[in-house]
Each structure stands twice: as C-alpha cells, then as structure tokens.
Nanobody, 124 residues
Framework: VQLQASGGGLVQAGGSLKLSCAASGRTFGTLSVAWFRQAPGNEREFVSTITWTGGRTYYAESVKGRFTISRDNAKNTVYLQMNSLKPEDTAVYYC??????????????????WGQGTLVTVSS
C-alpha cells in the first residue's frame, strides 16, 4: 500500500483546509487510516483515526470539534476536514494506514504504511 497526502497550504487562523490521503493497493479498504502531525522541534503526534469500515473515528482532544475524518473506500481516499484552524495546528501532516488494536490506535508505531506528509501553515 502506498499513500499520498495532499491538500496542505497556507491559511489564516480561523480558516479551513481539507487534506486528502490517496492510496494504492487492494487492501486499503481493510485498513484503519490515521493522520499524525509533526511541528518543528516536536514529536509526531496523533490527530485522528478512522476504522476500515468508517464506523468509528477517534480524535486528539486538541482537534475534537474542529477536525473531521472521513473515507471513501471506492476512491481509496481518506479526508481530513480542518476547520477553525489555529496557529498551533501548523505542522507537517502525515497519513498512515494499518491494523492497530484499539489500545494502540493513537500510537504511530501501530501503523505500517506512511505517506510523505503535507505542510499546513496557519498564520495568526
């Protein structure tokens, strides 16, 4: 499975962006997909996950109520709609896919496949 993240850019605080994670590979529809982000000087942190059926979603507390993750398995694509963006959301955003157990769903080590990242910059 290969992942390609896109949709990043420069936006003012309070604005919106929609990230996409396009995947190749027939098994994509059976994988959970997550978004992580990494700001300069910081460790990579969990943002959101959607299970392979799309039936369950998980969010970091810092983005809950502002970000929405969704997927279209027919298009092999997962989306992250980001609203009410804040300067602290500035980071490189990575999508990842795998079969994490529930207790590890927020752990980067639980995901096998990774995209190259897309930069989101939120100006104040």
């Amino acid at each position: 499975v290969q992942l390609q993240a896109s949709g990043g850019g420069l936006v003012q605080a309070g604005g919106s962006l929609k990230l996409s994670c396009a995947a190749s590979g027939r098994t994509f529809g059976t994988l959970s997909v997550a978004w992580f982000r990494q700001a300069p000087g910081n460790e990579r942190e969990f943002v959101s996950t959607i299970t392979w059926t799309g039936g369950r979603t998980y969010y970091a507390e810092s983005v809950k109520g502002r970000f929405t993750i969704s997927r279209d398995n027919a298009k092999n694509t997962v989306y992250l709609q980001m609203n009410s963006l804040k300067p602290e959301d500035t980071a490189v955003y990575y999508c990842a896919a795998g079969r994490p157990i529930l207790s590890a769903i927020r752990s980067s080590s639980a995901y096998t496949y990774w995209g190259q990242g897309t930069l989101v910059t939120v100006s104040s």
